[in-house]
């Protein structure tokens, strides 16, 4: 590979460091198409992108690019109910089945909202075989999370809601707005910010999506299952969602919520821009600050019985702790995909950044390379 790695796009001079770091990691081949931005008090510092949308080096990744960012989407879908909870639409200790009365079967009967969004719900995946494509199936979905039992006793633990968190908050917006998560995401999230990201990707889009290039095969996570503490009839099942699968048109067009979203680094920032700010940016509300400094408070910190790592859970972010280190401010938070893509806000900084690549490591939530462009961003901020 040609030493000269051409990197696209605008930066402030004082972040070049940043751009170096992007340039490299294409350079050594941890990349091979990535886009980062980065913004502080809503406006764009950093906002760049290069190498190539495809693994055969065929197609450059270009300014409109984007690719299918996993669980970054699950930012997306927990600013769409926080919203709702900051019109006064949503409880968040009100019952689930206050707004979805199927929902009330299994000894979830009490089980509030918060849960859903803290991954404490006892419903991580599923207790009978499902196929890929019944995830486009949304009422199958929506039925069958509706009637399983919860794995855990809800509210003590967490247990990363790796898919199943997208249907479960995606009927809840469904039951209170009349409209799917995608169609409320894009009516009052990206199109009143102009931010390219979409849940249900329309066909138009295709030709500008990036391939991924998918990691080598592991065995999931799934030693929770050998816990004594948790009996062996649980069953936990997800189909595999291998990067091959995730280009097809099924896939993209389909809305879950949780794991196919899709964008850059300048859409996710974009977004997070407006939660960093306290929840307004140019003249656009998505929630207020009340509601914002709400959803950072701590719900469970131990060891996820699923990514078996500590996490610190807020409504729906993973917050500031030992084990993720978002920087020096307690209002620091994020979350980010399988893959490497990331999305991190800061509330006392009113920053915000994104990763966001083609090439997967095998990592959940951002991974080396997110990390050496945050420092480089942090540090020459």
Known sequence: MS???????????????VKEVLAESIRSGENVGASFAA???????????????????????????????????????????????????????????????????AGKEKLPIRFLLSHTAGLPGFHKIIKME????????????????????????????????????????????GKTIGTFFREEVADPLKADFHIGLPEEHDPRVADLVAPPPVEPVQSWRN??????????????????????????GAEIPAANGHGNARSAARIGAAVACGGELDGVHLLSLETIEKALEEQSYSKDLIMQIPIRWGLGFGLNSRELRLGRNPRAFCWGGWGGSSLVMDLDDKTSYSFVMNKMTDTVLGDARSAKLGRAFLKSK
Request: hydrophobic share 35%.
């Open 39 to 105: 913004t502080i008090e809503g406006k764009f510092v950093v906002d760049i992108w290069g190498g190539y949308a495809d693994a055969a080096h065929t197609r450059p990744w270009e300014e409109d690019t984007i690719v299918n960012v996993y669980s970054t989407t699950k930012v997306m879908s927990v600013i769409c109910v926080l919203i709702l909870v900051d019109r006064g639409h949503l409880n968040l200790d009100a019952p689930v089945a206050k707004y979805w009365p199927e929902f009330a079967q």
């Open 134 to 177: 019944d995830y486009y199936n949304w009422d199958k979905i929506v039925r069958i999370l509706a009637a399983q039992k919860p794995s855990w006793e809800p509210g003590t633990q967490s247990g990363y809601h790796a898919v199943t968190q997208g249907y479960l908050l995606g009927e809840v917006v469904k039951r209170v707005t």
């Open 227 to 252: 816990d004594p503490q948790l009996s062996a009839e649980r069953g936990y099942y997800t189909p595999t969602i291998s990067p091959k699968k995730c280009l097809s048109r099924e896939w993209r």
């Open 3 to 17: 030493d000269k790695i051409e990197i696209n796009g605008y930066y402030e001079e004082q972040f070049e460091p």
